[in-house]
């Protein structure tokens, strides 16, 4: 799927900046990118027995306490997804997942969890489902995105290690 084409046929605007290949955030920090917007860390998440899924989206320099977010929300051990459960649920590879991935959850086996500490009105850096290009959204076209894939995300407080 091209999900570029997808954005302009519904009218949701973006910037788009081409680059190196991006694994993650210290990829990104080595090739001293500059883009606007705030750079997130997305993790794919399962609880202990696989059976729900999560992509989480924080600060890139956040360090997340997964223990103590399973503890918070009362979930079993919250752990990294393998890279056969991102295939198979958002169908993108390790280092190219963003929250436009969910255009491929039709589903809705993925739940959206959003860091409250990235809603604060800045624009979004997300792969489009390939890791050499990122777009920047705004938080309205990103709300626009989320309504037609029908996730709608949950707002959390994300513990941070050592927070």
């Not at 990118?33 to 993790?43: A, E, F, I, W, Y």
């Not at 979004?124 to 938080?139: A, D, I, K």
């Amino acid at each position: 799927m091209d999900i570029e084409v997808l954005l302009r046929q519904h009218l949701i605007e973006f910037e788009r900046y081409e680059h190196p290949p991006l694994e993650n955030c210290t990829d990104a920090d080595r090739l001293r990118l500059h883009r606007p917007g705030q750079r997130l860390k997305n993790l794919f998440l399962r609880d202990n027995y696989g059976r729900r899924h999560f992509l989480l989206i924080t600060r890139a320099d956040k360090a997340v306490d997964l223990k103590q977010l399973s503890r918070d929300l009362k979930i079993s051990r919250l752990g990294f997804a393998s890279a056969e459960r991102m295939r198979k649920f958002l169908g993108v590879m390790p280092g190219h997942v963003s929250l436009l991935a969910l255009v491929n959850d039709p589903e809705h086996q993925v739940e959206l969890w959003l860091d409250a500490d990235i809603c604060n009105g800045q624009a979004y850096q997300c792969h489009p489902l390939v890791n050499t290009v990122t777009l920047v959204l705004s938080e309205a076209n990103v709300e626009r995105f989320l309504n037609l894939v029908g996730h709608k995300p949950q707002i959390l407080e994300i513990p941070e290690v050592g927070g």
